[in-house]
């Protein structure tokens, strides 16, 4: 029983480059979230879905994009890194739409930007 | 606006103490959704209960008990004689949708630490 699976668990890279954090769960769960958590601001969230090919910002979109062509997967692409997104990134998943469902979360990815 | 207030950024105290972790939540929507989460040191998160607005019974599992109060739109969490294992950071959440969009919002969060 697999869960959300985030890879890669830790990654470093210089500010400019560009990286895909990869998100799967195994559940047929609908609604798939992304998450930033930085030190005492709590979890953030950045993009969510209500289902495949639907998509939607949250909180702090900006730098971030998102797809959505499975039920299964809801990757986050960093187009060009810069220091600030430094963070721990955590992909959710929950049934249904999602409102009001408990989130299942991944274990994260711990993402140094240089 | 959403938003989730844990005034508690640390709280230590010794095992077998109870400790009562305070949210305080903003919301204009009438029917919303309260979240408390676990992060042990280990760094997952762990969902540990959800009320919802219209029911404000407390509940109580083990040692873990919940207090939610509309009235002073709080929602707090109370560990009864606490254990070593319970130290963690605690996030409060709340869920909501705003202009249609779904949106869970955290508190900073508690870290708890108890001492042997």
């Known amino acids: 029983n697999a869960g959300v699976t985030q890879t890669p668990k830790f990654q470093v890279l210089k500010t400019g480059q560009s990286m895909t954090l990869q998100c799967a769960q195994d559940?047929?769960?609908?609604?798939m979230s992304w998450y930033r958590q930085d030190p005492g601001m709590g979890l953030r969230l950045i993009h969510y879905?209500?289902?495949?090919?639907?998509?939607d910002q949250g909180e702090v979109p900006n730098g971030y994009n998102v797809s959505r062509s499975t039920t299964e997967d809801f990757p986050l692409r960093l187009l060009s890194a810069a220091p600030s997104q430094t963070s721990v990134y955590f992909c959710?998943?929950?049934?249904?739409?999602?409102?009001?469902?408990?989130?299942?979360f991944g274990d994260g990815t711990r993402l140094s930007i240089l | 606006a959403q938003k989730v207030t844990q005034a508690q950024t640390e709280i230590s105290v010794v095992e077998k103490e109870d400790v009562t972790l305070d949210c305080v939540y903003e919301?204009?929507?009438?029917?919303?959704?309260l979240f408390w989460y676990k992060q042990p040191p280990s760094g997952e998160l762990v969902f540990l209960i959800r009320?919802?607005?219209?029911?404000?019974q407390n509940e109580i599992s083990g040692r873990y008990s919940w207090n939610f109060q509309k009235s002073t739109s709080s929602f707090n969490f109370t560990i009864t004689a606490s254990q070593v294992v319970d130290s963690a950071v605690y996030f409060c959440?709340?869920?909501?949708?705003?202009?249609?969009?779904?949106?869970?919002?955290f508190g900073q969060g508690t870290r708890l630490t108890i001492n042997p």
């Open positions: 879905s209500v289902g495949a090919g639907i998509t």
């Open positions: 959440a709340l869920f909501s949708e705003i202009q249609g969009a779904q949106k869970l919002v």
């Open positions: 009320r919802n607005s219209f029911d404000e």
């Open positions: 959710a998943s929950s049934t249904g739409t999602g409102f009001g469902q408990p989130q299942h």
């Open positions: 559940m047929n769960h609908e609604y």
């Open positions: 919301t204009r929507d009438t029917t919303y959704y």
